[in-house]
């Protein structure tokens, strides 16, 4: 989840972040019922960092309640630095069998990343992840060319009900190329 200052933005009302929140709670809930083998977690993005706000140990009422309280909007996004989170966090909870998914919900403009991200997509797309995006505001190169080199999707989201079509068409995992 990019909770960077964009997502402070309004024109999702009341703001893209409070948006993100109860979708993604709504979410979080229907991915738990219809994918009970599958486990999530969530990584936030702001101030140039990436930190994890739940795990893949969490369950259901620890990922909508830590995400529902969250509510330091304020900095820049990096998706590098979530990316790099999200596979090191892969890489030591998650059996080499299981088939990796990220979904990246994006309001940012831009990426404050430390080196270079297409090593970082590289390493992503080496790990067999597959990453999608949700851009919550436009079509961003390096969010779509993470979604084409991984076999992900990109999705650009209209409006809040354009953002709920999208969320249900992602919460069961799509079939394996």
Known sequence: MDFSSGSANDELRPNRALVIQELLSK??????EQNPLSKLQIIVTH???AMQLTSFQSGLSDHTSK???FTEWDGN???QNSLELACDLVHSNVPAYARKEVLVVFSSLTSC???NIYETIEKVTQMGIRASVISL??????????CTLTGGQFYLVKKREHFEEI???V???TELD
């Open 27 to 32: 979410f979080i809930k229907d991915f738990t």
């Open 47 to 49: 101030r140039e960092e």
């Open 67 to 69: 995400l529902k309280k």
């Open 77 to 79: 996004a990096s998706l």
């Open 113 to 115: 990343d430390p080196s």
């Open 137 to 146: 505001t436009a079509e961003v190169f390096v969010l779509k060319r993470l």
């Open 167 to 169: 969320l249900d068409r």
């Open 171 to 173: 919460l069961v995992p």
